[in-house]
């Protein structure tokens, strides 16, 4: 069983910026990836960056990248993701994942067993 908890949203303007905390704990041998994933009201949840727990690979989707960077600290057991430039649109509920198992499709949603229950980003024009 994985348990995770984000924290760090918050109210920002645009270009500003923001740093999502994700406590993980219990976390599986055979999971190969965490990752952050938002949802703003109406749309589907999207794929925002993951990093490989073995080697801290990356991967970013189109519309962040050069502006969030996901990060780890093992020794607290965090997954970090700083945002930068912030942007209106960046606007929704952000949530922290672990895969739980092995998979290599780690940008997607459905390959995630664990969730936070997620913090709010507001971005103001």
């Known amino acids: 069983q994985v348990q995770l908890v984000e924290s760090g949203g918050g109210l920002v303007e645009a270009g500003g910026s923001l740093r999502l905390s994700c406590v993980a704990s219990g976390r599986s041998r055979s999971s190969y990836a965490m990752g952050w994933f938002r949802q703003a009201p109406g749309k589907e949840r999207e794929f925002v960056a993951a990093?490989?727990?073995?080697?801290?690979?990356?991967k970013y989707a189109v519309p962040v990248k050069s502006r969030f960077t996901i990060s780890r600290d093992n020794a607290k057991n965090t997954v970090y993701l700083q945002m930068d430039s912030l942007k209106p649109e960046d606007t929704a509920m952000y949530y922290c994942?672990?895969?739980?198992?092995?998979?290599?499709?780690?940008?997607?949603?459905?390959?995630?067993?664990?969730w936070g229950q997620g913090t709010q980003v507001t971005v103001s024009s």
């Open positions: 994942a672990d895969q739980g198992t092995y998979s290599l499709a780690y940008f997607s949603s459905g390959s995630y067993e664990y």
């Open positions: 990093i490989t727990n073995r080697d801290g690979s990356t």
